[in-house]
């Protein structure tokens, strides 16, 4: 099914399907985009099918980006990363691939999967460089989580604080690191938790799309998927404010209910307190 809900950009507002739930045999998802507290929505998000080969199962790209809070020309940000790296992938793993090819191209294997997706990842930011340079913008940036998805398998980046979660038999784990001051104090054992969620330096990123630099471990993952299995990819408005346990206790709540999992999931951020933008891409493997 399919809703209309006005997103409000740059002053004025368009009407777009923000609200979504898709069935096919294979893939089942459900997105939001939604403004809370804010003037604009500088989130984006990308759902889309690289049709890789005539006779082979396409590779599916989940995205989503969150223009940096207090920055400008965060929306311009969220969606030229997505742009950029939706044509890095659909360049290296379509076009090139298929130049002077007749017939079936071989199954591409998930570790070059990986490897090109990273490699879109650092395309998209020497992208919003140049954008910031050439446009003189004092600063701009995005946070980005993407994944690639192909059979029972899922290669995953990210730069920043907006997360991509595995919830697996009512288990929910985060998959990604935040690079945050915040979440870099977590790794090192220093913060628990629950004193992460709350820490001032949550909303300090340590990297992003738009600056100079990689975390020294490459924000690369990846996924072996089974029945049933689910996917949350969400700008830090879904999840920053909201426990591990609860956002998994909504997911088994809502079952393959994706639609009710979605709203439940936004409601319970801004009951606790979530003024930021939300918006989040919810995928099942059947």
């Not at 998000?45 to 223009?67: K, M, N, Q, S, T």
């Not at 004092?138 to 980005?144: I, M, N, P, V």
């Amino acid at each position: 099914m399919s809703d209309n809900v006005t997103r409000r950009t740059r002053g004025a507002f368009e009407t777009q399907p923000m609200r979504e739930t898709l069935r096919i045999p294979r893939l089942r998802y459900a997105v939001r985009s939604e403004i809370n507290q804010r003037e604009d929505n500088e989130d984006s998000f990308y759902l889309g099918a690289l049709p890789f080969a005539p006779g082979v199962e396409p590779i599916y790209l989940l995205a989503v980006a969150d223009g940096m809070g207090g920055c400008e020309h965060g929306e311009q940000a969220s969606r030229e990363a997505l742009r950029k790296l939706n044509l890095a992938l659909y360049e290296s793993l379509v076009v090139l691939p298929g130049i002077n090819r007749a017939g079936i191209a071989a199954q591409p294997d998930m570790a070059g999967l990986g490897r090109q997706l990273m490699s879109a990842l650092k395309q998209a930011n020497d992208h919003l460089l140049r954008m910031i340079a050439s446009n003189k913008w004092d600063k701009a940036g995005a946070t980005l989580v993407a994944a690639v998805l192909f059979n029972d398998a899922a290669a995953v980046v990210n730069l920043g604080d907006s997360p991509l979660f595995l919830c697996r038999a009512g288990a929910l784990t985060q998959v990604t690191e935040d690079h945050n001051i915040a979440g870099a104090l977590l790794r090192a054992g220093m913060i628990s938790p629950e004193m992460a969620r709350h820490h001032e330096g949550r909303s300090r990123l340590e990297f992003h799309l738009g600056a100079k630099g990689f975390p020294p471990n490459e924000p690369l993952h990846h996924l072996t998927l089974a029945a049933g299995d689910a996917l949350l990819l969400c700008s830090d408005g879904v999840s920053g404010r909201l426990t591990r346990e609860q956002m998994g206790g909504i997911l088994a709540a809502a079952g393959d209910d994706l639609d009710r999992a979605a709203d439940e999931l936004i409601a319970a951020a801004r009951a606790a307190g979530e003024t930021d933008n939300q918006t989040l891409i919810l995928w099942r493997c059947q």
